[in-house]
């Protein structure tokens, strides 16, 4: 019931390509979807979020896509860049619970130059 | 306004000693989270602090492990008789408040341990 499943494990996109990450979840009391991008070292840093009152959601290149029926959202990047190579992970949580978020197992992304 | 602040970064124990990692929130935010990553997996949740309040540890191993957020100074997660099972990030993230509105966790650089 808590369980938030990512794919694809890893992915690799040329240069200007658009990478798609995808993740699944099973509790439907969730109601707060964050993307984290975390580089090698580092912490994870928040990306983009979305509400299940939206179905899309766009900040620059990122967009994210929800689907409340199907129970899934994701992670588009278009025209990626080689800065943009990292470890993504999707998240969810229950605001009613103190927030505590549930991760994806991450997808690691290169993007080729 | 500097963020969420770890240290130390890098802890080395041999099996049997204990660790202690600290978390200084992000200034104004009093809700502090921890959050393991094993090498290659993602984080899992361990526990929920409000200051001098533990609000859920529910994903905190029964023993060995534990964690306070005093009235003042920063949090603590403490590893009793570590095990090399124990190796593994420990993030840090804090907030503002909830149940209002967006509530965002910003993370820390997180403790790297290491179990000889």
């Known amino acids: 019931q808590q369980q938030v499943k990512q794919s694809p494990q890893s992915l690799i996109v040329q240069k200007g390509g658009i990478s798609i990450i995808n993740c699944a979840y099973e509790?439907?009391?969730?109601?707060?979807f964050p993307w984290y991008q975390q580089f090698p070292g580092k912490g994870p840093a928040l990306l983009i979020a979305i509400r299940p009152d939206v179905s899309e959601k766009k900040e620059g290149r990122f967009t994210i896509s929800f689907n409340k029926s199907a129970k899934q959202f994701s992670l588009h990047i278009m025209d990626s860049q080689p800065g943009d190579s990292a470890t993504y992970f999707c998240?969810?949580?229950?605001?009613?619970?103190?927030?505590?978020?549930?991760f994806g197992e991450g997808t690691q992304l290169t993007v080729n130059p | 306004n500097a963020g969420v602040m770890q240290n130390p970064r890098h802890l080395v124990r041999r099996r049997g000693q204990e660790a202690r990692l600290r978390c200084s929130p992000m200034k104004g935010h009093s809700h502090v989270y921890w959050y393991r990553q094993l090498p290659e997996e993602g984080l899992k949740f361990m526990v929920y602090l409000q200051k001098e309040n533990i609000i859920d540890e529910s994903g905190m191993p029964k023993e060995r492990f534990s964690a306070e957020f005093p009235k003042e100074g920063p949090s603590i997660l403490r590893i009793q008789q570590v095990v090399r099972g124990d190796s593994a990030a420990y993030f840090c993230?804090?907030?503002?408040?909830?149940?209002?509105?967006?509530?965002?966790?910003?993370f820390g650089p997180g403790t790297r341990l290491t179990v000889l």
């Open positions: 509790n439907t009391a969730f109601d707060y």
């Open positions: 993230a804090s907030s503002r408040f909830y149940g209002q509105g967006t509530d965002t966790q910003y």
């Open positions: 998240a969810a949580s229950k605001e009613t619970s103190g927030s505590r978020l549930t």
